[in-house]
């Protein structure tokens, strides 16, 4: 079956910067696009960033570009979010998500989803 693991997530103070993983197994992971979305307590899941499947092309959402990388490697089944000048409105919840062939930026239209792993960024 298809399984999607987040890794990465921690306490950082603002400022700071983490990256997150997110291996992916039971699919052809080439032919997935990946997103990263977040939810934070009380509110909606909100889209961060999302890449194609090919040459990788990247997403973003306005609050984060600038500031937060999607990369991949195919040859590892993983998709990477590198966060940097971390704010503490990005504390949430991060979830990646696969989305077979064509990428889109909202979250009905993926296909699996990880488990989350936590962000937490202090002031």
């Known amino acids: 079956q298809v399984q999607l693991v987040e890794s990465g997530g921690g306490l950082v103070q603002a400022g700071g910067s983490l990256r997150l993983s997110c291996e992916a197994s039971g699919l052809t992971f080439s032919n997935y696009a990946m997103g990263w979305f977040r939810q934070a307590p009380g509110k909606e899941r909100e889209f961060v960033a999302a890449?194609?499947?090919?040459?990788?092309?990247?997403y973003y959402a306005d609050s984060v570009k600038g500031r937060f990388t999607i990369s991949r490697d195919n040859a590892k089944k993983t998709v990477y979010l590198s966060m940097n000048s971390l704010k503490p409105e990005d504390t949430a919840v991060y979830y990646c998500?696969?989305?077979?062939?064509?990428?889109?930026?909202?979250?009905?239209?993926?296909?699996?989803w990880g488990q989350g792993t936590q962000v937490t960024v202090s002031s």
């Open positions: 998500a696969a989305r077979y062939l064509i990428v889109r930026t909202t979250d009905l239209e993926y296909n699996y």
């Open positions: 890449i194609t499947r090919g040459v990788g092309s990247g």
